[in-house]
Structure formats: structure tokens, C-alpha cells
């Protein structure tokens, strides 16, 4: 009797122990992607695939599969949201199902381990659990529990765990070939909402397609020959922005049947291709989606109400749609503009990764409207809001003005610098224009990576209201005029390449708008992409000569500080942030570090310019360098 007392107690000691709330991080049928796929090693994984087994513990229509065909060390790997940075009551759960039979699963084939990974840090600093499928055929639960681990300081010092890797069959070498099925990955804190976390560290190009009777009058352009260049020349490229409306003009659409209306018979045939041509941008998704490459359009958000050519035709679409949507509408051109969109994005859903709304300046009705139906048919699409610019600042809060951005500035226009200011709720990613072009400022201004490529760096993620984050992304024409194949590049391969590793090595993200001339990248375009791309597929990736202010290049009412004669005061400090080392551009004679508090932290006295601050932790730092006549010039750097 004693004893079932004391088993009855127990059990009712362990029915209390509290259990942290599990958040759900990713879940396909729900859409719910709080943490990012990022890649798999030995097998084949693929979304919105058919449940095997409703009828269990997962009743969810669709989940993700993974197919191990042969191969050994078969994995999962997923970019998290928030780093892990404390293990202390830590524990993750998932549901999977495997194909092996019950009668044939052993030690190793029936195991399935999660491991925390740091993505910076080589194997050694993994941290992993194990469980092990019980039956086969079947959907289990699978809860993981680092209450009691330990994260190493390497890993503290690179700032936690940033991935989570679930490997299937460890150490079985027998060229087993399974299917497994996973779902509802949940932990115990909350991975914040980042539906553009696909973007961080990718580069992208642009793949502007025409639309309306556009495409049909180009529809001997090879588009999707020219897609499939851009895979086959630019494996290294992470996204496309191509579109859904035409760029310039946002009453020209690619595709043509739309479930609400019947545009070409409504209201305008001009504004659509026909049956036949609105397969390219079908097909145009395809081979990029089939490679691996994320999918943006581009939306003009100002409609068929908003005129942007003055021809007869376009006075034909504007008076068009105005009786539509004073006939069918009752005059509401804001839902009626809604709705044409929806049923565009339903044929769209599951095809594309986000949307880069521009012209919202002009959009009929409420922005908040607009993105409401767009969330309604997409709930973790990826948006881009073009709206609501800001610009760079002093200290004392006064805008920063370029006067030059070098002796050869032949342009007397001053122009600001426009910051990537996370300035509405609505955005997961920052449209990324410069400065517009025509208003003085080349998109390869010195301003940029001087001033805000730095912030961005130091923070390559923001939000508005703390409900989600959103990245920050340099939408980045190439020419002297937006996809004008004549006008002239501004960029050589040495600076575009900078670009590309200054964002991406801080985890933000940039797109070149590339030129499309008879459906391909033009030739001098698509040289310089592939040397990037050349160059970013190297491990390790090869250095890229660091920024150095150009020679006359000021901002309005700058006092420069030239005064030595070796011009001591035109040293950069690269890269910033820091990782290990960081670099100055001429040799200095010594330097002290300090922290924050002004304490001093290290002290170089040999003459050099690399420096291994490997050894500080994350934080903001400054070094005083001096010069061997004793000349000062103080640098800023973040710390990673």
C-alpha cells in the first residue's frame, strides 16, 4: 500500500512540473515560417506535400517532406529568426513520420536528432539531442531538452545558436532510402515574425518582364531562355524581383484571366497579354523557383486610375476603368482596385516569396487596406511598402547634404542621403531606393557606403512597432537611368562587389536592378554580375578593396581635414562591423582601443594596419590611430 501511495504522489508531482508554452516556429499547412529553410545535405526536401496520415496526431492537410535516397548524414537546416543565446529552460518539439516499417527500424535508422548550430563556426561548437522513432508509418512527437547544456563561449561570443539542423539516420551507412515527413517545429520562446528572412546575406538581380499588350508585342523575346541564363550564369544569386505588374506603366498586367473580372472584356484588352503569353511569367517563375532562387514581383500600386504615358490608348484604359468601377463599384475605385489585385495574388499564392509595392503614393484608398487583402491571401508573403522616405542626419538632427562626390562632379546638385528607416508596420523588407536618380546622386554615391551602408551593418534588422522585423534591402540601379539598356553603367565590378559583401556579410541584403534587353541580362550587366557571382561561390570568398572616400569628395559645409601632408585624415577603417580583424587603409604608428565608457581596452604600439580584435566582446568601440608625428584620427566600429 505504501508503495502505490508513493507512486500515486509521484505521479502527481510530475503531472504539476510546469511545461514551457511551446510557440509553433514553422508549420506548412498554417504558412507559419518564423524560422527560415535554409538548405539540405544528402536528400531532397520539398512543401506542401500530401499527408500521409490525417487520421493520427497531425491532421494537418499538407506538411514537408524529405526524401533520403542512398545517402548518409541526410539533414535539415533551418536559419532561425532570433538566435538562441540562453539554453536555461530550453526545449524544442517536432512531429515527423517516417516511412520504415516498424519490424525494420534499428539503433541508427530509426534516429532523429536536432542540433543547435552556430552558421560563422565550424561542427566542433554543435550541440545536439537525440530521440528515436518508436514505430513506423506513423506521425510521433519529438521534444528536445538543452535545460541542462551548456553553450560554449565561442558561441556566446558569435552570438548564439543562429540555426537548427535535424539529422535523420545518423551513422546508419547501410544506403537505407527513406521518406520522412516533419511539421510543427515548436520551441519554448518565440522566434519574432521575419517573413523576409529568405533575404539575409542574398543578392539579387532584376528580371523585368513588359505586360498588357507589351508582352504580347514582345513575346519574340526569348523570357524565359533569358531566366534560365540568369540560373545557369549566377548559381550564387538568392532572388529575383521580376513582375507581376508592368514597371512604369501599373494598368499592364502579366497575367490575363483573373477570377473577379474579365478584364479584357470589362474593361480594357490592352491591358492584358493573351491566353497564350500570359504563360511567360508562369514559366519565368518556374525555372527560378526550380533552382532554388526566391521569387519577388513588382506591383505598382497606383492602378489604372494613375496615368503614366499621355498616349490615346492609355486615355482609353483610364476612361475605361473609371466606368467600371463607377458601374460595378458604385464608384469605390479603392475596393474595386483591391479586387482586381486579390484575384492576380490567388493565381500567384504559392508561386512567389514577396511583393515589392511601389508607386504607393498614387493607390487608391488606404495602404492599410491594400496590404489587409493581401495578408488575407497570403498571411506570411513577404512586402515591400515604397512610401514615407527618410534621410540621413547630424547629431544635431539637421539633413546631411552631398556637395560632391568627386574632383571629376561636373552635377552642382546637393542631394540627401536616404536612410532605410523601418517607417511603417506594414513592411518586411525596406524598398531600398537611393536617392532618386536625376536628383544628383549617382546610386553608387561614396555617401552611401560612408554613412549608410555602416548603419545598416550595425543593424541589418529593424521594426516599427515591435510586432515583427523587417530587413533592410538596397534596391540598387546599375545605370546612370533605370532599365535603359544606353544610358551609362556607374558601376565597375570592384565597387558592385563591395556592395554585395558589405550587406550580405552583415546579414541585410541588396538587388541591382538589372537591364532586359530582348529577355536576357545585357552583356555588360551580366559581366559584372557573374564576376560577383564568381567570386562569391569561393570559400573563402576573396577580399574586396576596401572603401576610401574619393579624392574632393564633401558634404555641404564639411571642413575637411587634409593637413598632413600624407593626408593621414583619409585613412577607412574596414570592415565595420568587425568580426576578428579589421584593417585601416595606410599604416599607422600606434593605437589605443576603448569601450563605450571610454576605458581603455588594448593598445597597438608596432607600426601596422591589421588588427586582431578576435579576443572583445559584441559592442561599439572606438580606436584613437596615431601617425608618427603624433596626429589623431578617431574611428567608431561595431563589434560582432
Avoid at 552558421?119 to 550541440?127: A, M
Avoid at 556607374?490 to 556592395?499: D, G, I, S
Avoid at 601596422?608 to 572606438?622: A, E, H, I, M, R
Wanted: charged share 20%; with cysteine; proline share 4%.
Amino acid at each position: 500500500m505504501i508503495n502505490k501511495i508513493n507512486i500515486i504522489i509521484l505521479f502527481i508531482f510530475f503531472s504539476l512540473i510546469p511545461v514551457a508554452a511551446q510557440q509553433v516556429w514553422y508549420e506548412n499547412s498554417s504558412q507559419t515560417n518564423n524560422i527560415q529553410f535554409s538548405n539540405t545535405q544528402q536528400g531532397l526536401f520539398t512543401t506542401d506535400e500530401a499527408n500521409p496520415e490525417t487520421n493520427g496526431i497531425n491532421t494537418n492537410a499538407t506538411v514537408s517532406k524529405f526524401v533520403r535516397d542512398g545517402q548518409e548524414n541526410s539533414r535539415i537546416i533551418f536559419n532561425l529568426s532570433e538566435p538562441i543565446i540562453d539554453l536555461s529552460s530550453l526545449t524544442i518539439s517536432l512531429k515527423a513520420y517516417t516511412s520504415i516499417q516498424t519490424s525494420d527500424l534499428n539503433t541508427t535508422n530509426s534516429r532523429i536528432r536536432l542540433f543547435f548550430k552556430n552558421s560563422s563556426i565550424g561542427g566542433s561548437s554543435n550541440l545536439y539531442k537525440q530521440a528515436n522513432f518508436s514505430v513506423g508509418e506513423t506521425w510521433e512527437t519529438f521534444t528536445y531538452d538543452f535545460d541542462q547544456e551548456t553553450m560554449p563561449s565561442d558561441v556566446l561570443i558569435a552570438g548564439g545558436y543562429d540555426q537548427i539542423m535535424i539529422v535523420f539516420a545518423s551513422a546508419d551507412t547501410s544506403g537505407l532510402t527513406s521518406t520522412y515527413y516533419i511539421d510543427t517545429i515548436s520551441g519554448s520562446f518565440e522566434q519574432p515574425l521575419r517573413n523576409a528572412l529568405f533575404l539575409s546575406s542574398s543578392w539579387g538581380v532584376r528580371f523585368n518582364l513588359d505586360g498588357g499588350y507589351r508582352l504580347d508585342n514582345s513575346s519574340n523575346d526569348d523570357w524565359v531562355a533569358g531566366a534560365q541564363d540568369i540560373v545557369d550564369n549566377l548559381p550564387a544569386v538568392g532572388h529575383v524581383i521580376t513582375n507581376f505588374t508592368h514597371p512604369a506603366h501599373g494598368y499592364y498586367y502579366t497575367l490575363r484571366d483573373n477570377p473577379y473580372v474579365d478584364i479584357a472584356n470589362e474593361i480594357h484588352p490592352d491591358m492584358v497579354p493573351t491566353l497564350e503569353n500570359e504563360q511567360i511569367i508562369l514559366d519565368v517563375i518556374d525555372v527560378f523557383r526550380n533552382s532554388g532562387k526566391k521569387v519577388i514581383l513588382y506591383l505598382n500600386g497606383a492602378g489604372p486610375g494613375h496615368l503614366q504615358g499621355n498616349s490615346d490608348r492609355e486615355f482609353e484604359i483610364l476612361a475605361a476603368w473609371e466606368n467600371y468601377y463607377n458601374t460595378e463599384f458604385a464608384g469605390d475605385e479603392a475596393l474595386a482596385w483591391r479586387t482586381l489585385v486579390k484575384g492576380y495574388l490567388e493565381r500567384f499564392q504559392g508561386l512567389v516569396d514577396g511583393y515589392w509595392l511601389d508607386n504607393l503614393g498614387n493607390l487608391p484608398g488606404e495602404l492599410s487596406d491594400f496590404v489587409a487583402m493581401i495578408r488575407e491571401v497570403d498571411p506570411n508573403i513577404a512586402i515591400a511598402t515604397n512610401s514615407n522616405s527618410t534621410y540621413l542626419t547630424d547629431e544635431n538632427g539637421d539633413v546631411l547634404y552631398v556637395d560632391t562626390d568627386a574632383t571629376d562632379d561636373e552635377d552642382p546638385t546637393d542631394y540627401r542621403i536616404r536612410n532605410f528607416a523601418i517607417n511603417n508596420p506594414y513592411m518586411d523588407f525596406t524598398a531600398g531606393h537611393p536617392t532618386p536618380l536625376g536628383q544628383g546622386a549617382p546610386p553608387n554615391s561614396w555617401a552611401y557606403e560612408e554613412f549608410l551602408f555602416p548603419l545598416i551593418a550595425e543593424a541589418p534588422w529593424g521594426s516599427f512597432d515591435g510586432s515583427k522585423d523587417a530587413i533592410k534591402h538596397y534596391f540598387c540601379p546599375i545605370r546612370e537611368r533605370w532599365s535603359v539598356a544606353n544610358a551609362d553603367l556607374v558601376f565597375e565590378v570592384e565597387q558592385a562587389y563591395r556592395f554585395v559583401r558589405t550587406l550580405t556579410d552583415a546579414g541585410g541584403t541588396i538587388t541591382y536592378s538589372t537591364t532586359i534587353t530582348d529577355g536576357f541580362i545585357t552583356d555588360d550587366e551580366m559581366a559584372i554580375m557573374q564576376d560577383i557571382n564568381d567570386r562569391m561561390v569561393q570559400i573563402p570568398k576573396p577580399d574586396y578593396i576596401p572603401y576610401v572616400r574619393p579624392e574632393g569628395a564633401y558634404l555641404v559645409g564639411e571642413v575637411l581635414s587634409v593637413d598632413s601632408e600624407d593626408d593621414f585624415y583619409k585613412i577607412a577603417l574596414f570592415p565595420n562591423p568587425v568580426k576578428q580583424h579589421f584593417s585601416l587603409s595606410k599604416g599607422i604608428s600606434s593605437a589605443i582601443i576603448y569601450n563605450a565608457n571610454g576605458q581603455e581596452i588594448l593598445i597597438f604600439k608596432s607600426n601596422q594596419n591589421s588588427f586582431d580584435v578576435s579576443k572583445l566582446v559584441k559592442g561599439v568601440y572606438f580606436v584613437k590611430a596615431y601617425t608618427a608625428t603624433n596626429e589623431i584620427q578617431v574611428f567608431k566600429f561595431i563589434k560582432q
